[in-house]
């Protein structure tokens, strides 16, 4: 019996259902998830939309430190005993966004392998994925950690098809996201239109021939 039941459990299903301690909620543009210090007691699954991760220090500094979007988990350290959270969750664009109780979660994860092989790969992703930031914070000038960040957003490199038109972005916000002013990413994205990487006209375009900025030394 217990087998049959796995073999039918579909954990996208799952997640997108309401109940059993889970809730849809929608949030507009710049609407706050989570704030830093509120209690970690749920996991967060994106069904549509974006969400900013942002971590302010105790001398008032702030930075973004992850932009999870459609399919991506957030909120999860509470499974670890993460009892406060540790940065402010904010939707960067109208979201559909699932609330899973950290008692339910911790339900699903023991009783559905196919659920716990699902939430495993996006955690071996996301540890890959922060790495590469890493490196990139490390070892990248300003410059190329715009291209790549604007290369991620529109899924270059993925095995999903590209999507070079992407949502609506401040400046500022990604200044915050690479660790560099609004006036250096004004001037990156003026000097990216000039040999067309990018395009403005109808929404921010991104294309693949910015892939040069990374590979140029």
């Known amino acids: ?38 209690a970690a007691d749920a996991v967060f699954y994106i069904l ?18 992850a932009t999870p979007e459609r399919g991506n988990f957030f909120g999860e350290p509470c499974l670890a005993g993460q009892s406060d959270r540790l940065g402010t969750a904010t939707a960067l664009e109208t979201s559909t966004i699932v609330r899973i109780e950290r008692t339910a979660m911790v339900r ?16 071996l992703s ?5 790495q590469a930031d890493l490196v990139d914070q490390l070892f ?14 529109a899924h270059f490199g993925n ?3 590209p999507e070079p038109i ?29 040999p067309d990487y990018i395009s403005i006209n109808g929404g921010l375009r991104i ?3 910015l892939l040069t900025i990374l590979l140029h030394d």
């Open 207 to 209: 294309h693949c021939s």
């Open 48 to 65: 549509e939309g974006k969400v900013t991760l942002t971590v302010v220090s105790q001398h008032g500094k702030a930075a973004i430190v």
């Open 126 to 130: 996301r540890n890959i994925r922060t």
């Open 140 to 153: 990248n000038s300003a410059e190329k950690r715009l291209a790549r960040t604007l290369l991620l957003m």
């Open 166 to 194: 992407i949502a609506k972005i401040s400046q500022e916000t990604l200044a915050d996201m690479i660790g560099t002013t609004r006036g250096r990413v004004s001037f990156f994205m003026n000097k990216f239109r000039k």
């Open 108 to 123: 699903v994860l023991h009783d559905e392998p196919t659920f716990s092989a699902l939430f495993m790969s996006y955690l």
């Open 159 to 161: 095995e999903d098809t």
């Open 1 to 38: 019996m217990a087998r049959a039941r796995t073999r039918s459990f579909d954990p996208l299903k799952f997640l997108a259902k309401v109940g059993n301690g889970k809730t849809s909620l929608r949030y507009l543009n710049k609407q706050v998830v989570f704030s830093q210090g509120d």
